[in-house]
């Protein structure tokens, strides 16, 4: 079945970077679009990122751009996010889920991985 | 900035009916926005149910279904089941469908 696994969190500093990654298993990775979501503790979903299938394309919420960059292996199945800058706000749980093929939509989540930014 | 709004909270009854809808500050939701609905229970990761305004996933329970309602996307859960009481969102997209927005959210209680 389709497997979606974040890992690279963890406890960083204001300032430093940080890169996430999602490994896949259970489907044709290179046909999908993915993307990568947060939630804030206690709080709402926030759309971050997305990447066309073959890693042509790639488009960012204002929230954070210039600040992300997403990319992917299709070699590896896997799909990464590179954070610099980093700030408390963007303290959250960090999801990366897959988009459809057929049409436009989220199909697949990931149980995400924790980020939390302090001194 | 795009802001996608959804009401806070509602509650039904089990058994009863709820329509949640999803409201864009832009102007009115069309199907060009392609809206999606989420339901997230407590601890669990969120969980696809509606795709472009109507289409249902293969595991989308049948008492679930979208559409659009007075410029707004709406889903409405028939014969509210308790297991249905979560949070819910939209997702809407902008820009040629190059940019997402989710919604605010609504905490759904079976009461």
Redesign the interface.
């Known amino acids: 079945q389709v497997q979606l696994m974040e890992s690279g969190g963890g406890v960083v500093q204001p300032g430093r970077s940080l890169r996430l990654s999602c490994e896949t298993s259970g489907f044709t990775f290179s046909n999908h679009p993915m993307?990568w979501?947060r939630q804030a503790p206690g709080k709402?979903?926030?759309?971050l990122a997305?990447i066309s299938y073959d890693g042509g394309s790639h488009?960012y919420?204002?929230s954070m751009k210039g600040r992300l960059t997403i990319s992917r292996d299709n070699s590896k199945t896997t799909l990464y996010l590179q954070m610099n800058s980093l700030r408390p706000e963007d303290t959250a749980v960090y999801?990366c889920v897959r988009g459809?093929v057929r049409?436009?939509?989220?199909?697949?989540?990931?149980?995400?991985t924790l980020v939390s930014v302090s001194s | 900035?795009t802001v996608v709004t959804q009401e806070p909270s509602l509650t039904v009854s089990p058994g009863g009916t709820v329509t949640l809808t999803c409201a864009s500050n832009t102007g009115a939701v069309t199907s060009g926005h392609?809206p999606?609905w989420?339901q997230?229970r407590p601890g669990q990761?969120?969980?696809?149910l509606i795709?472009?305004t109507s289409?249902k996933?293969s595991w989308t329970p049948v008492r679930f279904s979208g559409s659009l309602l007075g410029g707004k996307a709406a889903l409405t859960l028939s014969g509210v089941q308790p297991e249905d009481e979560a949070?819910y969102?939209c997702?809407l997209?902008f820009?040629g469908?190059?940019?997402?927005?989710?919604?605010?959210?609504t905490k759904v209680t079976v009461l």
Do not use: C, K
């Not at chain 1, 709402?44 to 759309?47: N, R």
């Not at chain 2, 990761?45 to 696809?48: K, L, T, V």
């Open positions: 993307h979501v709402g979903l926030e759309w997305v488009y919420a204002d999801s459809m049409g436009i939509g989220l199909d697949s989540w990931g149980q995400g | 900035q392609h999606g989420f997230q990761a969120p969980r696809a795709y472009s289409n996933h949070d969102y997702l997209y820009d469908a190059r940019l997402g927005v989710f919604g605010t959210g």
